[in-house]
């Protein structure tokens, strides 16, 4: 069973930054492409920014292109999202996911692995 966590969460003034880090359980994880998604209070899940297994293909939603970086460290087996240029609208639990597939994907159903999630707050 793969394991996903999350942490680097927290409370944060708008225009400052965080750094989340999700470390997977298995070192098979590195063969697979990974998601970060996020979900404010009220409204759906929302897809953020996905990577490939090599970390060569990137991909992010228009609201964060250019303030939000996704990485990846595969010795690790862990992926990261630096946040910068925070805005309030950013307020939301943070979702660490794998795909089913090597690149991932801007949809949900093409994860198959979710961490537990975490707080990011911005504060105005």
């Known amino acids: 069973q793969v394991q996903l966590v999350e942490s680097g969460g927290g409370l944060v003034q708008a225009g400052g930054s965080l750094r989340l880090s999700c470390a997977a359980s298995?070192?098979?994880?590195?063969?697979?492409?990974m998601g970060w998604f996020r979900q404010a209070p009220g409204k759906e899940r929302e897809f953020v920014a996905r990577i490939s297994f090599t970390g060569s293909n990137t991909d992010y939603a228009d609201s964060v292109k250019g303030r939000f970086t996704i990485s990846r460290e595969n010795t690790k087996n862990s992926v990261y999202l630096q946040m910068n240029s925070l805005k309030p609208e950013d307020t939301a639990v943070y979702y660490c996911?794998?795909?089913?597939?090597?690149?991932?994907?801007?949809?949900?159903?093409?994860?198959?692995?979710w961490g537990q999630g975490t707080q990011v707050t911005v504060s105005s």
């Open positions: 996911a794998r795909s089913s597939g090597s690149v991932g994907s801007r949809y949900l159903k093409d994860y198959n692995y």
């Open positions: 298995t070192r098979t994880s590195s063969n697979y492409g």
